[in-house]
Nanobody, 122 residues
Framework: QVQLVESGGGLAQPGGSLRLSCAAS????????MGWYRQAPGKQRELVAT???????SYADSVKGRFTISRDNAKNTLYLQMNSLKPEDTAVYYC????????????????WGQGTQVTVSS
């Protein structure tokens, strides 16, 4: 059983900051790519940022220069530092991880967290 639990969401003012965390737990052998996605009301889920196990990152154009994704492989934890927040960043943010639960499993399976609400409003 694998769980991804997000935390750190909440209400922020425009221009403010929030830091999201996603802790993975359970019968995990190796976590490969991890990422943050978000879904605003009435819109499709979209990719925000991804990070490989080695630390290579990529970002959606809409968050480049404002958001920073990072991870701690020893703690199986993913982070998203969000600065200069805008009202259009309001969404439910989801953590995603491609991981294996056994050395005989390949390719890795995708797991999702339950989501954490981020609201940017004055």
């Amino acid at each position: 059983q694998v769980q991804l639990v997000e935390s750190g969401g909440g209400l922020a003012q425009p221009g403010g900051s929030l830091r999201l965390s996603c802790a993975a737990s359970g019968s995990i052998v190796t976590i490969y790519d991890m990422g943050w996605y978000r879904q605003a009301p009435g819109k499709q889920r979209e990719l925000v940022a991804t990070i490989t196990r080695g630390g290579s990152t990529s970002y959606a154009d809409s968050v480049k220069g404002r958001f920073t994704i990072s991870r701690d492989n020893a703690k199986n934890t993913l982070y998203l530092q969000m600065n200069s927040l805008k009202p259009e960043d309001t969404a439910v943010y989801y953590c995603n991880a491609a991981l294996t639960t056994s050395r005989s499993i390949w390719p890795p399976n995708d797991y999702w967290g339950q989501g954490t609400q981020v609201t940017v409003s004055s």
